[in-house]
């Protein structure tokens, strides 16, 4: 595909349950079994892209590597794969190595101060068919933002007419459930509003963590039903490819669900690395048997939407889309587990030693995962060089 920088590259993009779209699935496998590669490293965006949004991604990513590959000698001839699957934006939230004017800022917090600019409007309704009315009440709701009791209330109510919430968001009234998204937005550096549209503020949150929830559940699908299967029909039409996947937020949770629709002895798949993943700890343990090399947790402690706002989730939202209530590994990196190997990103330079070759391995990448802007944080602050050679290290590619 041009305008993505790097070569031979392929799209690959599945719609909501893991099918193909386009249906291509047999011309895509001959076409990279036929390209004389040694190497297929395939990158899974985050939750908040459109396929714009994340092309952009994928160019700004890979820019780096043909250096990085010259710089590290290597003899491997490598290919690269972006996987687009179905997930919104919120217009008000950043995307990875974009930094906006001063404009952009203003019209993003405009955005937030209506409650639903019509674009989220409009591509909320593109994710919940026939609820256009509910959300079209729950914009009103945000953009008005009435006093009552009642109004929370039927606003919640709304929400959990298309959106599991749990166990323990029951044992708490609606004004308590949007009260801590407020207070959690406050931590994250977002500021508090004044008055009664501090509470609204917690009512938008919830909404965004409701619909990310969903977006966790089809990452889990796609990478399963679709990345999986295909990853396997690639194995079988080029035997001495080695597979790298690389996973963005939530596609790191589909790299990881495509990984059981691969043989159980490690073979293909020679390395996982996850950056700012948005899954938890247990969800990396049964999968390393999979994996012929290591799987690399890339975190940071400036990602807010991971340390602050994802626990929160896992508790009154969807505990079974955002884990056990802890932070994500893309936070806090992979711990629990007495083989995982701990890192600064400064460690991983080929000067400093050799790769793990198997196992959980956490880089701490606070060093250039850190700008951002509130509630997220350095979510999305991924396109850096140096996490494009752990890519490279992680999978042997350079030394």
Do not use: K
């Amino acid at each position: 595909m041009a305008g993505i920088g790097v070569d031979p590259y392929w799209d690959v993009s599945f719609d909501a349950d893991g099918r193909a779209a386009p249906q291509r699935p047999d011309a895509l496998v001959r076409s990279i079994a036929s390209a004389g590669l040694t190497d297929l490293i395939v990158f899974a965006h985050a939750w908040n892209n459109d396929h714009p949004t994340a092309s952009r991604v994928f160019r700004r990513f890979f820019t780096p590597f043909p250096a990085l590959l010259e710089a590290g000698r290597a003899t491997a001839r490598v290919g690269y794969a972006g996987v687009h699957w179905p997930s919104m934006r919120f217009t008000d939230e950043a995307v990875p190595d974009y930094r906006p004017s001063p404009n952009a800022e203003e019209a993003a917090d405009r955005a937030v101060r209506q409650g639903l600019d019509q674009p989220t409007l409009t591509a909320l309704t593109q994710q919940f068919p026939g609820r256009a009315d509910d959300l079209g009440r729950m914009a009103e709701l945000l953009r008005d933002r009435p006093a009552s009791d009642d109004a929370l209330r039927e606003y919640i109510g709304l929400l959990r007419g298309f959106v599991r919430t749990t166990d323990h968001a029951s044992a708490h009234t609606p004004r308590e459930i949007c009260e801590s998204f407020a207070d959690a937005l406050q931590s994250a550096g977002a500021g508090a509003a004044p008055g009664q549209a501090r509470v609204w503020s917690g009512a938008r949150e919830v909404l965004r963590w409701a619909v990310y929830s969903l977006t966790a559940q089809r990452a889990g699908v796609v990478g399963e039903s679709g990345l999986g299967p295909l990853l396997r029909r690639i194995a079988d039409a080029a035997p001495t490819l080695r597979i790298h996947l690389l996973g963005h937020s939530l596609g790191g949770r589909l790299v990881c669900s495509a990984l059981p629709a691969l043989p159980r002895e490690p073979g293909c798949v020679r390395s996982v690395t996850l950056l700012q993943g948005a899954l938890s700890h247990p969800a990396l343990a049964d999968q390393l048997h999979r994996i012929d090399g290591p799987l690399v947790a890339c975190h940071s402690v400036h990602d807010n939407a991971l340390g602050v706002l994802y626990p929160l989730a896992s508790r009154l939202i969807d505990g079974t889309a955002f884990g056990d209530g802890h932070a994500a590994v893309g936070y806090e990196g992979v711990h629990g587990d007495g083989a995982a190997v701990r890192m600064t990103l400064a460690q991983t330079a080929p000067s400093a030693g050799p790769f793990p070759s198997r196992g959980c391995v956490s880089v701490d990448a606070r060093a250039v995962v850190r700008a951002g802007r509130p509630p997220v944080g350095a979510h999305s602050d991924i396109c850096h060089a140096a996490l494009g050679r752990v890519v490279l290290r992680a999978g042997r590619i350079v030394g």
